[in-house]
């Protein structure tokens, strides 16, 4: 690792701007090399403490007082041997550029150090050898990873994952709809949205986390392992085919379990099949603004509530429409992308 994906991913790890999956696969990194936990041991200690601090957010200013932090490597060193951990035996070098670090978060803070360097997002995850597949409302995709695994991602949704995976396990982190058919291996293989970690030993199963959404985990085949990402005390629950773990992001710390559900109604959305039971307008309307790449609005916002069974296949947005109003006694006009749906 060089000086500089090294200062990058120390800077993202420190500050807790780096993803589930990098946080995992750089405290593994730590574990096989002494000499770098070290020196985030250190360096974690000064960012703790001078997080505390007002950050001055003048660039230029704050530039020239790290010109001085530098000149005074020795006394910021002198304070880094009174921190108090078991392991502290850095290399010289190692501990000058560490210093170098330190000094940048003191003066300037972990985003102005990348407004510094001129680093935009797409070229982090390039460092640190993530890929991002992502689908626009409307767009549906396959692909392979280098595993072997088969993912079909959503409209509206994006996937982030390695180029390669590790020797010991495999990570993706979601956001939107997926279903995975995970190749069979030795690894686990893990699913990573924002309230919910999917752990996967070959089997095929489908993820939905949308944001603002409950997210659902439905097994097609074989056995998954569900638990919550933010909680302690969370268990695994082990799912089995036809069941469904549903997290609702208004009841924190709880999964919910169903058994035997409709996997057509669940799957279905990979022959362009969409099926609504006793779900609302505002469920509804969400769901069609992705496959259809409209913005839908209501008039009144009690139709939000308003409920509807109802089933499609591969049908136009103006005959969903059609089929919605009829059933609710609501009216509708498209212009453009835009849906106004009003009470009739």
Known sequence: MNKYN???????Y???ECTEIEKMEFEKRMEQDPDLKNEVLDLQAIWNTKKKHKIDWDVDSAWKRFNQEIKRNENIRSGVSKINHKNNNLSR???NWGLRIAAIFTVIGFISVFMYLNIEESSDL????????????????QMQLEDGTKVYLNSGSSMKYPEVFGQDSRYVELTGEAYFDVNSDERPFFVYTDDVTIEILGTEFNVKAYNEENIEVVVAQGLVGVKL?????SE?????RGNMAQFEPQHRNELTIHQQV???RHLGWMAYRMAFENHTMKQISRQLERWYGVDIEFSDPE??????????EDESLREVLRVLSLALNLEYDISGRSVLIYKN
């Open 14 to 16: 420190i500050s807790g």
């Open 229 to 233: 990402s933010n909680s302690e005390e």
């Open 126 to 141: 390039e460092q640190i050898g993530l890929s991002e597949a992502t689908t626009e409302s409307g767009q549906r995709i």
């Open 236 to 240: 695994q629950v082990v799912l089995s």
């Open 262 to 264: 409709d996997l057509d």
């Open 93 to 95: 070098s190692g501990l």
């Open 6 to 12: 090294r200062f990058i991913q120390i800077s993202r």
């Open 303 to 312: 139709i939000n509530e308003l409920t509807v069974s109802a089933n499609f």
